[in-house]
């Protein structure tokens, strides 16, 4: 059973901290200018790298990320969405600790400190921000996105044998090395226009809203030790998001039924398992799932020919 504890709020320095383990901050993008221009400048001092992964923005967000911290790593994600931004960004992380975080403004810079101070003091593999632990709390979440944050979180509890409290949201940090448990595909070289293009309608196993709920998923399967944290999710500060909490709750839901039938199901079983789990139409994620996972399960000469 993962080891999912809540750490109370303590009294971190919001604008700085010192740690003999180097930190990686990644932050995803797609035409955030207005957003980074506020977000980068209160980054805490003692972060040693970030990591901007750009979606091909049009506003000019990469020339002013460059503007204001000329030493950032900024890279171009290889496919579309938001999980294959963060694969292609932890996998440009050179830091012992690697903090994930959003670009718009809801999650607040100053919270790294509480984080990676509490992965260093903890002993965690993981540490898992959470909006509905005392401490936490959010401006931005509808009663909508909350009821099925809830939901969803109750199902992966259930099935994973977990205690999260919210493992949808987007602000997470761990040990580099947790990796090798995330098994995430972030591609080999960035795409161009007319790649990311026909990218966005093959979308792959993870590339999504849903990488949250994945990383937290297969951080239970390899009985990693999960620490939660309070975190106050803030408005967006500006523009419109892109996530569907409709579309982008049934990803999340078709993201834990495959993943855990993945990790129980045997052999002759699995293709027949997953068909019949995976009847909510996304076929192409569905055979990206199998392809994915398949050396894990080990299937048997007789299950490949089946499938």
């Not at 971190?12 to 207005?34: C, G, K, Q």
């Not at 921000?129 to 199902?155: H, Y």
């Not at 909510?280 to 299950?303: C, F, K, Q």
Request: glycine share 8%; net charge negative; aromatic share 6%.
């Amino acid at each position: 059973m993962t080891v999912c504890e809540v750490v109370t709020t303590w009294a971190y320095p919001e604008t700085e901290f010192t740690s003999r383990a180097t930190v990686s901050v990644i932050i995803p993008t797609l035409n955030e200018v207005r957003n980074i221009a506020h977000v980068l400048p209160v980054l805490p001092v003692g972060v040693d790298q970030v990591v901007l992964v750009d979606g091909g923005s049009t506003d000019g967000t990469v020339e002013v990320a460059r503007r204001l911290r000329p030493d950032m790593t900024i890279i171009q994600q290889t496919r579309r969405g938001k999980g294959n931004a963060l694969a292609c960004g932890i996998a440009a992380a050179t830091g012992d600790i690697i903090v994930l975080m959003d670009a718009d403004g809801s999650t607040n810079p100053a919270e790294i400190p509480r984080f990676v101070q509490t992965l260093i003091e903890s002993g965690a593999d993981f540490v898992s921000g959470s909006r509905f632990v005392q401490g936490g709390g959010s401006a931005d979440i509808t009663s909508f996105r909350r009821a099925g944050s809830k939901f969803l979180s109750a199902i992966v509890n259930v099935l994973c044998h977990t205690r999260y409290t919210d493992p949808n949201y987007g602000f997470n940090a761990f040990w580099r090395r947790c990796l090798p448990s995330f098994g995430l595909d972030h591609g080999g070289k960035a795409a161009t226009p007319v790649s990311a293009e026909a990218a966005q309608e093959t979308k792959q196993w993870g590339d999504g809203f849903e990488i949250e709920m994945l990383l937290h998923i297969r951080v239970a399967r390899a009985l990693l030790r999960v620490v939660e944290v309070p975190s106050f999710e803030r408005d967006r500060l500006s523009g419109a998001s892109n996530l569907n909490a409709f579309s982008d709750g049934l990803r999340v839901l078709r993201t834990i039924l495959v993943e855990w039938r993945c990790s129980h199901i045997s052999d002759a079983g699995a293709t027949a398992g997953m068909a019949a789990i995976l009847e909510l139409h996304a076929p192409h994620l569905d055979n990206e799932a199998l392809r994915i996972r398949r050396s894990e399960l080990e299937y048997s000469p007789t299950a490949r020919s089946s499938s």
